[in-house]
C-alpha cells in the first residue's frame, strides 16, 4: 500500500468483500439461493424500477456474485462490472447493449477460435456483421470502420498465443471515429496488462482461464471503463433513449459512469440469462486472490519453456513475446512488461506426424482444449480444433501442420521441460 491506495495483491484479496454481515463469516459466503424477500410492497416497487439497489432473483444480481463484480473492476481498474456464465456470454451480453441489425464490429483477426466462430457464425444471426483487421497493420482497423460500425473488438495478448497487440494504438482510431474499444484481457489478466490505462472502453474476460486459473469453473466478465459517452451521437439507443420497462428511465443519464455495466445487466442478462452461479463465482473469487502469484510464476516458467524449446533440435520456431528477438517484444515491454503469459506456439521440423507424435507421449502435461489451468496443458491445433480447415486456412490462422500451442503451468519448470524433453525424443 501507498499513499493509502491498495496495491493489486491487496485488492485481488480484498476488494469488494467484507466479513459476511449476518453471520461474520470472514469467506465470502456462497449464497446458493435463487430469490430474495422484500422488505415490504414500497421496496419491492424501487427494485423492479431502478429506483434502488439490491437483489431480487439471482439472473440479475446475486450477493456472492457482486464480491467477484467489484472485485475484479477493482483490479482492471472500472468502475463496476457484471458477471456471466462464460466468456462467451460476457461477449454476448456486451455486444448486445451496443449493436442494433444492419450493425458491424471490426475485429483482430487474431482471436481465440470460439469468438472466431461466434463472431462469423452466430451473431449473423442477430444480423450483426464482422470485419476482420490485422492488429500488425493499424491502419486496416481504420479502413474497416464504416458508419454501422460500433465497436472494435481486440484480445490484448493474442491468441494462439505470442502476439501483443497495441492497444493504444488502436484506441486512438476508436476513440477518433467515436466507437467503444472493447478488449478481451483473459490471457493476460489485469496482473500483466490494464486495457482501461491505454484506452479501452469496456474489458471482457473468460473468467474460467487464469482469473479462475484451476480449470474447475466457467465464468465471464464485462467491465466497465466508464468513460465512452454513449449518448454523444445516438448510435447506441439502448443507452440513450427512454426504456419502457423503466418507466421511461434513460440508462446512460440515470447511471453516468456505470451505465453500461448497468445496461448489460438490466437488458441483456435479464433477458439473454447466462447467470453465473454463485457457487462458480465462489470458486473463481477464491482463484483470484492468488492470481498474482500464479501469474508470476506462469510467465517465468513459460520463459523458461520457451528458451529451452528455442535451443532444442526438433524445433524449427518459437512464438513468445518474451523472447528478445521476437517480432513482439517491443509491445510486450510496454504492454505486458511483468511476463508475456502462459500460452505460446512453437513449430517441430517434423510437422504434422511430430506433432501428433508429442501429443501422443507427454505424461506430465494434459492433452486438452484449454488454457489457463494450473497445469500444464498442450494441444495439437492441426489435429484437433483446427481440423476442419484447409492446410491453407489452417496456416493463415497460426494452425499450422507443424504447430503445437503449450499452456504453461505453475509445476515445476524442470519438471514441466523434461516431460517435453522425454516425449520430443520419441517423434
Ligand atoms: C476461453 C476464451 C474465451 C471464451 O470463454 P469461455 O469461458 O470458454 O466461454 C474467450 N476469449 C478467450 C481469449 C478465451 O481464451
Given at each position: 500500500m501507498s499513499d493509502g491506495i491498495p496495491g493489486f495483491s491487496t485488492l485481488a484479496i480484498h476488494a469488494g468483500a467484507q466479513p459476511d454481515p449476518a453471520t461474520g463469516a470472514r469467506a465470502t459466503p456462497i449464497?446458493?439461493?435463487?430469490s430474495f424477500v422484500f422488505d415490504d410492497v414500497d421496496h419491492a416497487a424501487s427494485l423492479f424500477g431502478l429506483q434502488a439497489f439490491g437483489n431480487i432473483y439471482t439472473r440479475i444480481t446475486n450477493p456472492t456474485t457482486a464480491v467477484l463484480e467489484e472485485r475484479v473492476a477493482a483490479l482492471e481498474g472500472g468502475t463496476a462490472a457484471l458477471a456471466t456464465a462464460s466468456g462467451h456470454s460476457a461477449q454476448l451480453l456486451a455486444f448486445h447493449t451496443m449493436m442494433q441489425p444492419g450493425d458491424n464490429i471490426v475485429a483482430a483477426n487474431k482471436l481465440y477460435g470460439g469468438s472466431i466462430n461466434q463472431l462469423n457464425h452466430s451473431f449473423k444471426s442477430f444480423g450483426w456483421a464482422v470485419k476482420w483487421a490485422n492488429p500488425d497493420d493499424l491502419s486496416t482497423f481504420e479502413a474497416a470502420i464504416?458508419?454501422?460500425?460500433k465497436a472494435i473488438f481486440i484480445e490484448s495478448l493474442a491468441n494462439p498465443g505470442g502476439i501483443v497487440v497495441d492497444i493504444a494504438g488502436i484506441s486512438a482510431i476508436a476513440k477518433a471515429k467515436g466507437i467503444p474499444l472493447v478488449v478481451d484481457n483473459t490471457m493476460a489478466t489485469p496482473y500483466l496488462c490494464r486495457p482501461i490505462e491505454y484506452g479501452a472502453d469496456v474489458v471482457l474476460h473468460s473468467l474460467t482461464k487464469f482469473m479462475g486459473g484451476h480449470g474447475n469453473s466457467m465464468g465471464g466478465i464485462i467491465v466497465d471503463?466508464?468513460?465512452?459517452?454513449?449518448?454523444?451521437?445516438?448510435?447506441y439507443p439502448l443507452m440513450s433513449e427512454p426504456r419502457p420497462e423503466y418507466q421511461g428511465v434513460v440508462l446512460h443519464e440515470t447511471f453516468g459512469n456505470f451505465a453500461f455495466a448497468i445496461a448489460c445487466r438490466v437488458l441483456g442478462l435479464r433477458d439473454l440469462g447466462p447467470a453465473i452461479s454463485p457457487f462458480n463465482a465462489f470458486q473463481i473469487l477464491t482463484g483470484i486472490e492468488t492470481l498474482p502469484l500464479r501469474m508470476q510464476r506462469h510467465c517465468d516458467n513459460a520463459k523458461k519453456v520457451a528458451l529451452h524449446l528455442s535451443a532444442?533440435?526438433?524445433?524449427s520456431w518459437v512464438s513468445y513475446a518474451?523472447?528478445?528477438?521476437?517480432?513482439n517484444h517491443a509491445l510486450q515491454q510496454k504492454y505486458s512488461p511483468k511476463g508475456a503469459g502462459a500460452v505460446f506456439t512453437f513449430g517441430l521440423d517434423g510437422g504434422y506426424d511430430a506433432g501428433v507424435g508429442l501429443v501422443s507421449n507427454v505424461q506430465l502435461f494434459s492433452h486438452l482444449?484449454?488454457?489457463?489451468?494450473?497445469r500444464s496443458l498442450i494441444i495439437h491445433p492441426a489435429s484437433t480444433t483446427h481440423r476442419q480447415l484447409t492446410d491453407e486456412q489452417k496456416t493463415a490462422a497460426g494452425a499450422g501442420p507443424e504447430v503445437v500451442r503449450l499452456s504453461i503451468g505453475i509445476e515445476d519448470a524442470e519438471d514441466i521441460i523434461a516431460d517435453l524433453d522425454q516425449a520430443l525424443e520419441q517423434v
Open positions: 449464497y446458493q439461493t435463487t464504416d458508419e454501422n460500425t471503463a466508464g468513460n465512452f459517452d454513449w449518448s454523444a451521437n445516438g448510435r532444442h533440435p526438433k524445433v518474451a523472447l528478445p528477438e521476437d517480432p482444449a484449454n488454457i489457463g489451468d494450473t
